[in-house]
């Protein structure tokens, strides 16, 4: 609990509301883990596409798009790396509901395995389990 003035404030709330902020400012910090992450994937066989903001871009983060065309329906993930409390960098779904971590992003690798996860599960919910 932080006191500011009269306003007491959670200390989640406020680490939650720096990390947005450093995600804001690390943008090459993002787009960095980003990048190792796609080359994590495409040595799994997943392709990303990198969706990078620049100063003309309505895109307001790095983002890596990955999908897979099924005979039915689409399905993707759409991944972003935030700052997320403690100092650390962790890989977001943003397809997802609620926003979740799905892996930290101190491991390329394990991250790529998720995504190949999430992207099974999607196409084939009923034969390949939940990822968590």
């Known amino acids: 609990m932080v ?3 009269s306003m007491v404030i959670e200390s989640s709330r406020v680490e939650w509301c720096m990390s947005w902020w450093r995600t804001l400012r690390g943008r090459d910090t ?4 980003l990048d190792r992450l ?12 990198k969706l990078y903001p620049d100063r003309s871009s309505a ?5 890596l798009l990955f999908t ?3 005979p039915k329906e689409d399905v ?3 991944a972003m790396a935030r700052a997320i409390p403690g100092g650390e960098w ?3 779904d943003l397809f997802a509901e609620p926003w979740l971590p799905f892996a930290p ?3 390329a690798v394990k991250a790529a395995d998720q995504v190949a996860a999430l992207l099974h599960h999607r196409m084939y919910p009923g034969t390949f389990p939940a990822v968590s």
């Open 59 to 63: 895109v307001p983060f790095p983002m």
């Open 68 to 70: 897979v065309w099924g």
């Open 38 to 49: 796609a080359v994590a994937a495409e040595r799994r066989g997943h392709r990303g596409v």
């Open 90 to 92: 962790a890989y977001f």
């Open 3 to 5: 006191i500011v003035g």
């Open 105 to 107: 992003c101190r491991d």
């Open 76 to 78: 993707g993930v759409l």
């Open 30 to 33: 993002a787009a960095r883990h």
